[in-house]
């Protein structure tokens, strides 16, 4: 349900910008080719992000806490760090599924690479979470 309901935002975005962008005006006709890379690459980077918060949700078990950090990270280490380092930081989650989402910025990786350096990262964290749930009390 969490990827329909991904595919059901990013079609309603669509729409709802593209009609916003001809009401101004603006011809817009995006590729069936491009359009598809993009949605496509949208609704695997919120999959996969989904996967990681739960995973992180797992591994911080005060739900305030987990929110607080992942919130933190988002905007205080992973974009300062592509800011100073792009080179470093596009390597980061939310920099890899910036890339994977097909974001037209400079220093982003390239939407497979992207895709695999995100998958990477929630795997890493998905078995850390499983690690120390296996270890823990319930």
């Given at each position: 349900t969490g990827i329909l309901f991904a595919v059901a935002c990013v079609a309603l975005s669509l729409g709802a910008g593209?009609?916003?962008l001809a009401a101004r005006g603006i011809d817009v006709a995006p590729a069936g080719a491009d359009l598809a890379a993009l949605a496509g690459g949208t609704v695997a980077t919120a999959a996969l992000?989904?996967?990681?918060?739960v995973a992180i949700g797992t591994l911080v078990r005060n739900q305030v806490g987990a929110v607080v950090a992942v919130?933190?990270?988002a905007f205080l280490v992973d974009a300062t760090l592509f800011a100073a380092a792009p080179a470093v930081?596009?390597?980061l989650p939310g920099k890899a599924g910036d890339g994977l989402a097909g974001?037209?910025?400079?220093?982003?990786?390239?939407p497979g690479v992207?895709?695999?350096?995100?998958?990477a990262w929630t795997l890493a964290v998905v078995v850390a979470a499983t690690v120390?749930?296996?270890r823990s009390d319930v």
């Open positions: 593209l009609a916003i992000r989904a996967l990681l918060g919130v933190a990270y930081g596009r390597f974001q037209p910025v400079e220093n982003l990786l390239a992207g895709a695999a350096v995100l998958a120390r749930t296996d």
